[in-house]
């Protein structure tokens, strides 16, 4: 197994394992993301987002999408963890977990405060394994969004 960048020629792989999360999230109507999209940001020439792949034996297991986030609390960059998804049939052999591990190490490589995602409350599987990491919900935080007209209407 090895973790790394993923390369512009891999585009295809990305997109569906992404569309292959938003199924298993139940929600792969709401996939927007398209090649070029793909190719505008994660493989554009000074990347705001980053893609990590596990590769075993010369096949795509899983991905990790992150990017910096920023606390002023700490007055230091972290890392969210957009989205974490393992293939089914890699699942259950410490992938999701060497990619986590993958991140820490560049947070504390790099002095990043933090390494956050969420998680869906459904997800019973993944909280389980998120709390056997360390990980701590922030139940005390609600999520906010604006999306579609309410952001055009936001920003009008």
Request: glycine fraction near 8%; proline fraction near 3%.
């Amino acid at each position: 197994m090895i973790i790394r960048p993923a390369k512009s020629e891999e585009v295809g792989e990305v997109l569906q394992l992404i569309n292959d999360l938003a199924t298993y999230e139940k929600a792969p109507e709401q996939v927007e993301a398209s090649k070029e999209n793909l190719l505008n940001t994660i493989f554009a020439s000074d990347p705001r987002v980053f893609c990590d792949l596990v590769e075993v034996d010369g096949q795509i297991a899983g991905m990790a999408i992150w990017f910096l986030n920023y606390s002023t609390w700490q007055a230091k960059h972290g890392i969210y963890l957009e989205d974490l998804f393992i293939k089914p049939e890699y699942r259950g052999r410490g992938y999701g977990k060497a990619l986590l591990k993958h991140l820490a190490k560049i947070c504390d490589e790099k002095g990043y405060g933090r390494l956050q995602w969420w998680v869906l409350d459904w997800n019973s599987p993944a909280i389980e394994f998120y709390r056997s990491l360390g990980a701590e919900a922030m139940d005390e935080w609600t999520v906010y969004r604006t999306f579609g007209k309410a952001l055009k209407d936001l920003g009008n």
